[in-house]
């Protein structure tokens, strides 16, 4: 039986994945029922399949991130262990597993949608439009993290009849599938401006869609702000820099038609509305505290205190013995020195109660800082230095009501509410020496910083991809002697499963499969 789940995954349609809802687990939780699911459940089963690697979850957070992004990130503090730059294996797994879960999740809506007369197909398209933005968003940072991947003939066990040879999936070059997304969400960005979706049918959209609760707006929004993500993404990659100058030109010189998130209100997450739901953050309390990984890192703690950050007294708490001091962990002590400041209580804490013990801190897709950030990177490739710095400084605004507006949000009060900020303190913070954008040259890692501070551990897989990007905030790491691979890896090796049970396929990419072998956009 083991071995047949294995198979599933890596042939890469797994149907017995599906969606954990009461409401729609007897659709399509065992195969032979496939043919009494319909459209709607199956967007709803899709969206869930991976809710827990968008949700903060403890299993992502504790097994998945604790001991690999969240460090090379410097987003948290650590204590220095032999072989602490190989990524786990448990979390490579599960986390490869739940995506081809996902995807096989995926390709049953593309089947059941198939197989509908033309006009349900019309007037059902706005799901599988939506199905396929949210798929790409994913992939996205499946390929950010591993390279090439079985995705154009993946998750296809189903529409092959059972037949497990067959559905086998071969390798897509990462370039290849980045190409081909951007290419749909293109067509997407322009379907979404003339589609409309009839009174009845948008009934049911909201109540399936529990991602933009069936706003049409925000779905164009979410197209056009992943674009914009994924074309800064492969800016620098020769083939496809025209490309990316050309699309991301286009869509913020037209709002109207290309509109893309520009405010926490429009924000694209998962909100948590009732607890009595199996929509929560439960768990992050554990998946950020248990074992010490709710630590913070020097640099972080020196950046926001010496330059007056708001975000700080939000984001993080003081030591319990740390007589109100924010203090971080230095990533080069030796690793008893480390322990010693751990067991001593002054290191500073993420704020759990705006964090790990925040109930109802949603599940972040794409917000408005990261998008402005990204409009400030584009400017200020562009020459134009002044909507650089707009953008630049518009985000750190939007940072800043980010995350005051996530604790109020909090149903914890393990730290007392933290004093209001306002426009003065934030103007102070951008004026500040370290932050302004006139008096330093390197606009990029201005930018590149930010990044670093709004993403810290809420978006960990968007937060490694800049960081290897851009190789900037610069972060500096203690070697680890007792293990070949001394430095952080700059991409994660494929899952063994894939070696054993998808073998001739694994053959064409097992000579990438180190890590050291850089993602096509990282060309630093």
Request: aromatic letters at 12%.
């Amino acid at each position: 039986m083991k071995s047949k789940i294995y198979i599933a995954f890596f042939a890469l349609a797994v149907l017995s994945v599906a969606c954990q809802k009461s409401d729609f687990a007897s659709s399509y939780a065992d195969p032979s029922k496939i043919t009494a699911t319909t459209v709607e459940k199956q967007f709803t089963g899709f969206l869930n399949a991976n809710k827990w690697y968008v949700l903060p979850d403890y299993w992502n957070y504790f097994v998945v991130l604790r001991t690999s992004l969240q460090h090379w990130n410097q987003a948290v503090g650590w204590v220095n262990t032999d072989n602490q730059y190989i990524p786990p294996s448990a979390g490579l797994g599960d986390r490869w597993n739940t995506y081809y879960g996902f995807l096989a999740q995926y390709r049953e809506l593309e089947k059941v949608f198939g197989q509908l007369e033309a006009v349900d197909q019309k007037d059902r398209r706005i799901y599988l439009v939506a199905a396929t933005i949210y798929l790409y968003d994913h992939t996205q940072r499946v390929v950010d993290l591993h390279g090439d991947i079985p995705w154009s003939t993946a998750g296809r066990l189903s529409e092959n009849g059972g037949d497990y040879e067959k559905s086998y999936a071969k390798y897509d070059g990462a370039e290849v599938v980045y190409a081909k997304m951007l290419d749909d969400l293109k067509a997407f960005a322009d379907e979404l401006n003339t589609l409309t979706v009839s009174p009845g049918i948008q009934v049911g959209f909201k109540t399936q869609d529990f991602v933009n609760k069936g706003d049409l707006a925000s779905w164009k929004r979410y197209c056009n702000s992943l674009r914009l993500r994924m074309l800064t993404r492969v800016s620098g990659v020769p083939s496809l820099q025209a490309r990316a100058n050309t699309e991301i030109a286009s869509i913020l010189a037209d709002p109207a038609k290309y509109p893309v998130v520009t405010s926490n209100a429009q924000n694209i997450q998962i909100n948590v509305h009732d607890l009595n739901t199996d929509i929560h953050s439960k768990n992050f309390r554990s998946g950020l505290e248990d074992w010490d990984g709710n630590v913070a890192g020097q640099k972080m703690i020196d950046h926001m205190k010496t330059s007056g950050d708001p975000r700080l007294r939000v984001m993080f708490e003081p030591g319990l013995n740390a007589a109100g001091e924010y203090k971080g962990l230095d990533p080069l002590l030796d690793a008893s020195a480390q322990t010693a400041l751990v067991a001593g209580g002054t290191l500073s804490l993420y704020n759990r109660s705006t964090m790990s013990r925040n109930q109802f801190f949603p599940g972040v897709v794409i917000n408005a800082a990261e998008v402005s950030l990204l409009m400030a990177e584009y400017y200020i490739k562009g020459n134009n230095d002044a909507q650089a710095k707009a953008a630049y400084e518009n985000a750190i605004k939007q940072s800043v009501e980010f995350y005051y507006n996530v604790r109020k949000l909090s149903n914890d009060a393990t730290t007392p509410a933290p004093a209001a900020t306002n426009d003065t303190e934030i103007n102070d913070y951008i004026t500040s020496a370290a932050v302004n954008w006139g008096s330093n040259t390197d606009k990029l890692n201005l930018i590149a910083t930010q990044k670093w501070i709004h993403f810290n551990v809420v978006q960990p897989v968007d937060l490694w991809a800049e960081i290897r990007r851009l190789d900037l905030p610069k972060l500096t790491f203690r070697d680890d002697i007792a293990n070949a691979q001394k430095q952080p890896p700059v991409r994660w090796f494929y899952p063994t499963s894939e070696s054993i049970y998808n073998p001739t396929n694994y053959t064409s990419v097992s000579g990438k499969d180190n890590l050291a072998t850089k993602i096509f956009w990282d060309v630093k």
